[in-house]
């Protein structure tokens, strides 16, 4: 039964097989993809959402890329990772079959066949045994809103799980519980084009030259000569290109935010309008009153006139002020208050719905926009809460379901699930498209949990991640640029990727595998309309009707790749001509009253403070523009690797190298209560004395990081610990 059904649907399953002209491990490619001399793709790196020009022989198969000159978001710009996109996919160690544990602990080629029957029939033994909050996925943002939204609709709909999280669980949690709360919806209110409108741009826990070097490159763009303020402990090279940097001591932010709200309030420098159409003023005006500078320089590290001259120049009348963040704040112990307090000082001073405006974060990757709107994880598929009947009612019928398959129970959060895993509650996961085992914070805990499980599918591209090397079994995966589909990036602009390389070996688009499962499963009849990605970008498309993030008004992939990417929302009566949609304009928000919420709470105490035995608080974050994540796809081209460094390395004070002896390039070990890492020391007043910074991108330095979250969006806090020094 399966075998047939493999014949029918599942595309080429051996090399023999995927000789057919056009056909990309998808099955049937569409006219609009079969071989021509160029098509255009988005970038599957990080969230800015560059479209890349792609140049294909006359078999139809990717050879180069150019950065497509004409496209809203990068204007002809890409970074090096971008430029080297092609090159991750020809690697030697790609997934090429599947791939099982045998008796002997050793990964050995299976068929497709075999590995649908494992994968169905051990999960169904889990389940049969330890019920349905037995099994969990932890899932990611690098795959298109079509494959995560047949993930989690699959998984919870047709399997009848509940528990699965993203990994935009670590990257933009914060955010979206900050817009949610605030807003009644996740919506960041912004566009692009706002860094080149702008003032005052305010760059907040965030080094936009390396994190996101095609937006450094539209703020250099901005002729109105502005203000830009970087607020970081580190001196990055986004600071160190700023008009002005804010150093403050680490997690001093809100501390500082509120001591803004405190001057500006004060002064009564606000826009009346704009907090006409706020709750809370009134109690947010009370909460702040104990925010004065002198009150707060022993957090922050900053002058009172530090501060008042920054409230000053946040709150000048007639200038557009926007503010941006990213992990620097999104991953923290109290990163939510921290985007809220940012979001009040936008609604206070009426820096919200205008051009050149707005508290804008900037996603990590390149479809965690897609993910929170489409994974099926903390929100039903299209922007619905599980927990509302009328919402569980529509997504029933639009996707012609039983209503009772949907359950109004909440999943557990990515660090819940795993901790479920420790306490032998969570008996099998299944990781798709993401590398935890390298990723997660404080990583040795996975190796521990490993123990605990029955059975462990990793689905991905790579063989070789830390997180396929101990499965039980390994699913393999197609990669970018070799499937279609769409990504959403920060600004809700939606972009369609294609398929322009062929997947190697008996690979499938993860789509394709999600087809396959749910035929294995004996669900495959609730999915007969998912029948490739455009298909179900159709069945999506529709269930967003009247929600916020409404984009009835697309027709088809096509018409997004005409309009130079369309952003949400995009109702059936939008405009053709509109290119850019910022959002409260009209100062009209989603929640019950209308308005926005100024929500605010006191900075929490950090969770592991420096002591005698442990002096240095260690910083993690991007290094260089070339590297990516866990390095799965960068350390795979050749060119990449030579732009960044190869070893872990840590940044020093050079009074504290001093102090400790330490040279420069020697090898130091840095340790923190749950391990170590080696590295080379690298001498620079890049950091404050008594702070280290390591590169979040080596294996080994999630093995420093600290088990703490954000108590509202259960983010990670992976940018603060204590660790002491070893020579």
């Known amino acids: 039964m399966i075998h047939q059904f493999l014949k029918q649907h599942s595309g080429p399953l051996t090399r023999e097989l995927v000789q057919e002209p056009g056909n990309f491990g998808l099955g049937n490619v569409p006219s609009r993809l079969k071989p021509t001399s160029t098509t255009t793709s988005i970038c599957g790196y990080c969230a800015t959402g560059c479209q890349l020009k792609i140049h294909r022989d006359q078999g139809g198969n990717?050879?180069?890329?150019?950065?497509?000159?004409?496209?809203?978001?990068?204007?002809?710009?890409?970074?090096?990772?971008?430029?080297?996109?092609?090159?991750?996919?020809?690697?030697?160690?790609?997934?090429?079959?599947?791939?099982?544990?045998?008796?002997?602990?050793?990964?050995?080629?299976?068929?497709?066949?075999?590995?649908?029957?494992?994968?169905?029939?051990?999960?169904?033994?889990?389940?049969?045994?330890?019920?349905?909050?037995?099994?969990?996925?932890?899932?990611?943002?690098?795959?298109?809103?079509?494959?995560?939204?047949?993930?989690?609709?699959?998984?919870?709909?047709?399997?009848?799980?509940?528990?699965?999280?993203?990994?935009?669980?670590?990257?933009?949690?914060?955010?979206?519980?900050?817009?949610?709360?605030?807003?009644?919806?996740?919506?960041p209110p912004g566009c692009y084009a706002d860094f080149e409108e702008s003032d005052v741009i305010v760059l907040i826990g965030s080094n936009l030259c390396i994190a996101h070097p095609i937006l450094w490159q539209r703020v250099m763009r901005n002729k109105r000569n502005p203000d830009i303020i970087v607020i970081d402990p580190r001196s990055t090279e986004t600071a160190q290109a700023a008009t002005k940097h804010i150093q403050l001591k680490p997690k001093g932010d809100l501390a500082l935010l509120h001591a803004l709200a405190h001057c500006i309030l004060r002064d009564e420098r606000i826009d009346k309008d704009s907090i006409s159409a706020t709750e809370g003023i009134n109690e947010y005006r009370e909460f702040v009153r104990a925010y004065a500078p002198e009150k707060v320089s022993a957090k922050t590290g900053l002058e009172n006139e530090q501060i008042e001259s920054l409230a000053r120049l946040v709150s000048e009348p007639g200038k557009r002020v926007s503010w941006w963040w990213t992990m620097g704040v999104n991953q923290s112990y109290e990163g939510v208050r921290t985007a809220q307090a940012i979001i009040n000082l936008c609604l206070i001073t009426g820096n919200i719905g205008k051009p050149g405006t707005g508290p804008n974060s900037i996603t990590g990757q390149c479809n965690a926009m897609g993910s929170r709107l489409f994974s099926n994880t903390t929100s039903l598929v299209g922007g619905h809460d599980f927990q509302n009947p009328e919402h569980r009612r529509k997504v029933a019928h639009g996707l012609g379901i039983p209503e009772d398959s949907i359950t109004a129970q909440a999943s557990m959060a990515y660090d819940e699930i795993l901790a479920a895993a420790e306490e032998g509650k969570i008996k099998g996961l299944w990781i798709v498209a993401t590398n935890p085992f390298h990723s997660w914070i404080d990583s040795g805990r996975l190796a521990r949990l490993r123990e605990k499980l029955d059975f462990l599918v990793v689905q991905d591209m790579y063989r070789t991640t830390e997180s396929a090397q101990v499965a039980d079994l390994i699913l393999p995966a197609a990669a970018w640029g070799e499937k279609d589909g769409c990504f959403i990036n920060s600004e809700r602009r939606i972009g369609t990727i294609k398929a322009v390389h062929q997947a190697p070996g008996m690979a499938l688009s993860d789509f394709r595998i999600f087809r396959l499962i749910a035929h294995a499963w004996g669900c495959g009849d609730l999915f007969s309309k998912w029948t490739d990605p455009e298909s179900a970008f159709h069945l999506l498309r529709d269930l967003t009707k009247d929600r916020p993030c409404d984009i009835t008004g697309i027709r088809s992939y096509q018409q997004i790749d005409d309009a130079g990417g369309i952003q949400w929302p995009y109702p059936k009566d939008s405009l053709e001509q509109e290119q850019e949609r910022r959002l409260f304009a009209d100062r009209k928000y989603y929640t019950s009253s209308g308005k926005a919420k100024l929500l605010f709470s006191s900075p929490a105490e950090n969770p592991e403070p420096i002591d005698a035995d442990y002096p240095f608080q260690l910083l993690t974050g991007r290094g260089t523009s070339s590297q990516w994540h866990t390095q799965t796809r960068t350390a795979k081209s050749a060119i990449l690797k030579k732009l960044y460094p190869t070893e872990a390395y840590v940044e020093i004070h050079p009074k504290d190298a001093a102090r400790l002896g330490i040279e420069d390039l020697q090898q130091i070990t840095i340790t923190s209560r749950r391990g170590s890492i080696v590295a080379q020391a690298y001498i620079a007043p890049t950091v404050q004395s008594g702070q280290l910074f390591i590169p979040m991108h080596y294996p080994q330095v999630n093995t420093l990081t600290h088990s703490s979250f954000d108590p509202y969006s259960r983010q990670p806090n992976y940018k603060l610990c204590a660790v002491t020094i070893r020579i």
Request: charged share 20%.
């Open 62 to 187: 990717a050879i180069n890329l150019t950065p497509q000159s004409k496209y809203p978001v990068n204007l002809g710009m890409a970074c090096p990772k971008g430029w080297q996109a092609l090159d991750v996919l020809h690697s030697e160690d790609r997934a090429t079959t599947p791939l099982l544990r045998n008796a002997n602990g050793d990964l050995c080629e299976i068929s497709w066949e075999i590995a649908l029957s494992e994968f169905t029939q051990r999960l169904k033994s889990i389940q049969r045994k330890h019920g349905n909050e037995s099994v969990a996925f932890l899932s990611t943002g690098q795959i298109s809103f079509e494959e995560m939204a047949f993930l989690g609709c699959l998984f919870k709909f047709g399997m009848g799980f509940i528990h699965g999280d993203a990994n935009t669980r670590q990257c933009m949690a914060t955010a979206v519980t900050a817009y949610k709360q605030s807003f009644g919806f996740d919506a």
